[in-house]
């Protein structure tokens, strides 16, 4: 290592080692233990939090005298003067808290104003000047994650629920995550972040990297909104009144003698993205002194928690007027088909540098990296480092796991365990089979016929089963998987069967490359607009064959990688020969004179003439997508993209068709997308996806390469969102050989108007409004409008959607109702 990056280094591992060390437990005066006190030394930025348990440890750096402030909320903060010396680097200081006396008589109450509301207004107003204090700064930062299981079912819908099994309890609770990272992190409001991982650890594995991090936890009451699954209004926002009422619940001075006024946050409304508790003010800088504060998941659009609470605290620094958050932790409660879950993670800021500003080069895409070997580091390295100790249950939950991951790595128990979960059930033979052997990590799939039986005119009923081997490298996230897939039409009297082989080279630019061929029936369109399912149903109960077919013989290979940051290659080829396929079946189950429409989208009454004649051709295709701003983490196990959310996605495409059988049918073509979601606030999303292409020589190709449209006229909706389809338009009514321009925007209120709707909002449901548009030559536009209902459903399982249809070309065309049934997804 040269000398200057030792020297670096070794400069670095001196800021991460600590003199001596201040530990104890924290009490009330009943003597019962108090999590979440905030720690930290008088006038420095050296800090830390007691565990559920009440214990603590602050580890400090030079000898003598320190002045130790312990705060909690509801009681007196407690102040203890602690010498460490050379010969006696460790304290023991066990601290009893005593309640707060909150009193009024330090705010002059008018009876014609709320005086809580006096406090938050000037909250609002200086919140931009408090924000700015602590806008740009470094500074070490702690994680500790933790989640258990509570009372686990042994099955869930008839399933077996045994996965945690061997580390749940007599109770079938225990916990089923726990993990820690130490990092520095650089960070300038409102999102730049720069993190490098230190140290990480997860229970249970030795190898393993937490995914805590700094920016996904960054929760600011000084921004208006606060980003969990949809935004949440803060208590400060700048409408906050729109939302909250507030009510004075006292004060208090601190060591400072500062005021700090206890505000307690009531929702106007219980099921708008809102949070209720309470909010503690410093009078005169009106800076956030601490946060109390929980939200239930309907608010905030994630049914399956019950409850999340987010506490922070701040430490003031004399010498340069500053009050910025060193703690914070978020406890949740969750549940859904009988899984109970709880947890809580604990986050510790300290040592805060503050900066005038950054030099430009100092923030990347990359938010986050780790150094070599954090996930190495021995106990002694915690022990001396972990700003907030463990618990018994923690402590207990490492050294279990620990015995049990090399227990776990032997051949004798991997091989006991796959012999148990190895056994053959002959309903198998119909829900699917998986061997595996957990030691040489490779299994062997078989895919049943139950889920993939369907029924259409061409082939009659139809099923398939698969089999496949696959061999995978956990550590480096890499997979080799081969594997067949064999396809029987009964009415057609026909089995069809294909070949595939994926490698999976690296989990870095994730270079991964696709080689299949065989015999398959496909549907013209090959986004495949109409599920088997909704057909089957459709089909057989309406006589609405709307799936129409060919057969194609092929073998294609297909390579994808990332170039660089953002930056995606798609390229393939393919040679098939296509060949058309006649309706073999006219059965139904409900018995009706109407007749099934040929196989023939062109000509739905004609049963002898076919949409294609029979032809063989090579193409080529290459795509390139864009994802502009795309940040991304760093990990030895690979690299984890995030897209940018201000900026939309591009991707550009080139097909070639060549080498036909008949010159005809050779063309070029070139395509175009874009993609992009804005949050509207908190009124929402707003998607937009609009698409154009154009093809060249192509005025005789086959009907199979022609641009089609993702129609539907089932009125079932599967998508999670409708911008790839247009609701009313028939499947192949606009397909085309020449050029098309499509415009999709749908925007979902997340709640936010339908919150405010008497009796409406009690349904907790989402507005949903839409627009479509679809240009090709030598037609009139074709548009939808629609307004519909998403979020619907029964209790937290939340998967139906509604929406009302119009369709209009050269005038109204028709309407409709669609109902989105995303629960089908599931079985296709």
């Known amino acids: 290592m040269p000398l200057k990056k030792l020297l670096s280094f070794a400069l670095f591992l001196v800021t991460l080692t600590s003199f001596g060390q201040i530990k104890g437990t924290i009490v009330d005066d009943k003597g019962n233990p108090l999590p979440f006190v905030n ?167 030795d190898n393993g990297f937490s995914f805590n991090n700094a920016a996904s936890v960054n929760f600011d009451f000084y921004e208006n909104y606060l980003p969990f699954e949809i935004n949440v209004v803060s208590p400060i926002a700048d409408n906050a009144f729109n939302y909250y009422k507030y009510k004075f619940e006292g004060s208090f001075f601190n060591e400072n003698k500062q005021q700090i006024n206890k505000i307690k946050v009531i929702p106007r409304r219980d099921n708008e993205p809102v949070m209720e508790g309470y909010i503690y003010i410093v009078d005169d800088s009106y800076a956030i002194y601490a946060t109390d ?75 986050l990296s780790f150094e070599e070997n954090a996930n190495k580091k021995e106990d002694s390295f915690w022990n001396t480092i972990r700003p907030v100790p463990l618990t018994e249950e923690e402590a207990t939950d490492y050294v279990k796991k620990d015995i049990l991951q090399t227990k ?63 061999k995978r490298d956990e550590e480096k996230r890499t997979f080799t998987r081969i594997g067949s897939k064999f396809d029987y039409g009964f009415s057609e009297e026909k089995l069809r069967a294909t070949a595939s082989y994926v490698q999976k080279f690296n989990n870095t630019n994730n270079s991964t490359l696709y080689l299949n061929g065989g015999s398959s029936v496909n549907q013209f369109n090959q986004s495949n607009p109409i599920s088997n399912v909704v057909n089957t149903v459709s089909t057989l109960f309406f006589k609405n064959n709307f799936m129409k077919v060919y057969e194609k013989n092929f073998v294609a ?125 908190n009124k929402g999303i707003m998607q937009m996806v609009f698409k154009g292409g154009k093809f060249f020589n192509a005025d005789n190709i086959s009907f199979v390469d022609y641009r089609h449209f993702n129609g539907n006229q089932t009125h079932i909706g599967q998508a999670e969102n409708y911008t790839n389809v247009f609701n009313l338009l028939p499947y192949y009514s606009a397909s085309t050989n020449d050029s098309y321009f499509e415009t999709h925007l749908e925007h979902n209120d997340k709640g936010y108007f339908m919150n405010k709707i008497p009796l409406l909002k009690y349904l907790k449901s989402q507005l949903v409004l839409g627009f479509h548009n679809l240009a090709i030559p030598e037609r009139k536009p074709y ?46």
């Open 783 to 828: 548009q939808e409008f629609s307004v519909g209902l998403d979020n619907l459903g029964f209790g937290k399982l939340k998967f139906l959607r509604v929406d009302y249809v119009r369709s209009y070309q050269n005038g109204y065309q028709g309407d409709g109702v669609i109902f989105g049934l995303k629960f089908l997804n599931v079985l296709e």
């Open 408 to 470: 776990k790595k032997s051949k004798v128990y991997l091989d006991s365990i796959d012999k148990k979960r190895n056994k053959f059930k002959i309903t198998d033979i119909l829900y699917g089979y998986s061997y595996n052997n957990s030691y040489k990590k490779w299994s062997l799939n078989y895919d049943g016929p139950l889920f993939s039986t369907s029924f259409n005119t061409v082939q009659g009923w139809r099923t398939s089963v698969g089999l496949s081997y696959t």
């Open 557 to 681: 290979a297909t390579f994808a990688r990332e170039i660089v940051n953002g930056i995606y290659l798609n390229a393939g080829v393919e040679y098939a020969e296509r060949k058309p396929l006649f309706n073999t079946t006219d059965y139904t189950v409900i018995k009706n004179d109407d007749l099934y429409t040929s196989n023939n989208p062109l000509a739905p009454t004609d049963e002898t003439t076919a949409a294609i004649t029979k032809h063989n051709l090579v193409k080529t295709n290459v795509a390139m997508r864009f994802n502009f701003g795309q940040k991304y983490l760093t990990r030895p196990d690979g690299k984890f993209n995030i897209p940018n959310d201000d900026y939309p996605a591009l991707t550009l495409g080139y097909e070639k068709a060549m080498a036909a059988t008949d010159k005809n049918y050779e063309y070029d073509f070139l395509a175009a997308k874009v993609n992009y979601d804005v949050t509207l606030g």
């Open 39 to 205: 720690i930290f030394e008088e006038n420095t930025y050296i800090g830390t939090t007691s565990n559920e348990q009440g214990k603590y440890e602050l580890n400090v750096r030079i000898p003598g005298n320190h002045t130790i402030l312990f705060q909690y909320l509801g009681f007196k903060t407690n102040k203890q003067i602690v010498m460490l010396q050379n010969n006696a680097p460790t304290a023991i200081v066990d601290v009893i808290m005593i309640e707060e006396n909150f009193t009024l008589k330090e705010v002059v109450i008018n009876t014609a104003e709320n005086p809580a509301n006096e406090i938050i207004r000037n909250a609002i107003k200086n919140k931009r000047d408090n924000a700015e204090k602590t806008a740009r700064f470094k500074a070490e930062f702690y994680s500790r994650g933790i989640i258990r299981l509570k009372d686990a079912p042994k099955t869930i819908m008839g399933q077996k629920f045994d996965f945690f099994d061997e580390i749940l309890d007599s109770t079938r609770s225990g916990i089923i995550y726990l993990s820690e990272t130490v990092s520095k992190i650089t960070f300038q409001k409102p999102d730049k972040m720069k993190e490098v991982i230190v140290a990480s650890k997860v229970s249970g594995k």
């Open 293 to 367: 504060l929980s939200i239930k998941g309907n608010q905030m659009q994630s049914p399956a928690i019950d409850k999340l609470t987010l506490k922070q605290s701040y430490s003031y620094n004399s010498n340069n007027k500053i009050w910025i958050q060193n703690t914070q932790t978020i406890d949740f409660v969750a549940g859904m088909l009988s899984i109970k879950l709880n947890g809580r993670f604990t986050y510790v800021y300290s040592n805060f540098e503050f900066e005038k500003r950054f030099d430009k080069k100092t923030f990347t895409n990359e938010i």
